[in-house]
């Protein structure tokens, strides 16, 4: 019974003798922590933009990122700002519950079934979903901080 449980220990003992070698030798630089390789603890500035400063109307539907992301706003937004529900400029085009579904070049796209409610077998918009910008948002050619492969 004594001569397992010497076993075990010297074993237990070796392998965490041979773990505090390994990590002596292979220790990990500060600099190979992060996403940026840089220190963890720089704090990394975003390059200076500015959003393209197209009117309404100007410029086609973008791509979208991926199936099922939300469009993108091909537009400035900083003269809609800010959008609340009671101010919210984008409904003045983009408000078109008959047009749903319906891809017509050139004009506003109309908002998706899903901003939609029924109320008196009306379609009005979700009081829910009245932030536009939080899921559409304007683009900008900017470099990412941090490459993706997404």
């Not at 070796?14 to 390994?22: Q, R, V, Y």
């Not at 990394?44 to 309404?56: E, M």
Request: proline letters at 11%.
């Amino acid at each position: 019974m004594k001569k397992p449980l010497a076993i075990a220990a010297a074993t237990m003992l070796g392998l965490t003798a041979m773990g505090a070698l390994h990590a002596a030798l292979d220790g990990m630089d500060m600099y190979d922590m992060g996403l940026s390789r840089t220190s963890v603890f720089d704090i990394p500035a975003p390059q200076s933009f500015t959003y393209p400063q197209n009117d309404p109307g100007r410029i086609g539907v973008l791509p979208r990122g991926y199936e099922g992301a939300p469009p993108q706003v091909p537009h400035r937004v900083d003269i809609f700002l800010p959008v609340t529900l009671k101010q919210n400029m984008c409904m003045n085009c983009h408000n078109q519950p008959s047009l749903i579904g319906q891809k017509r070049p050139g004009m506003p796209t109309p908002m998706s079934a899903s901003h939609y409610t029924e109320e008196g077998g009306k379609l009005v918009m979700n009081n829910r979903r009245y932030t536009c910008v939080d899921c559409h948002v304007p683009q900008a050619d900017v470099a990412p901080l941090v490459g993706s492969t997404f």
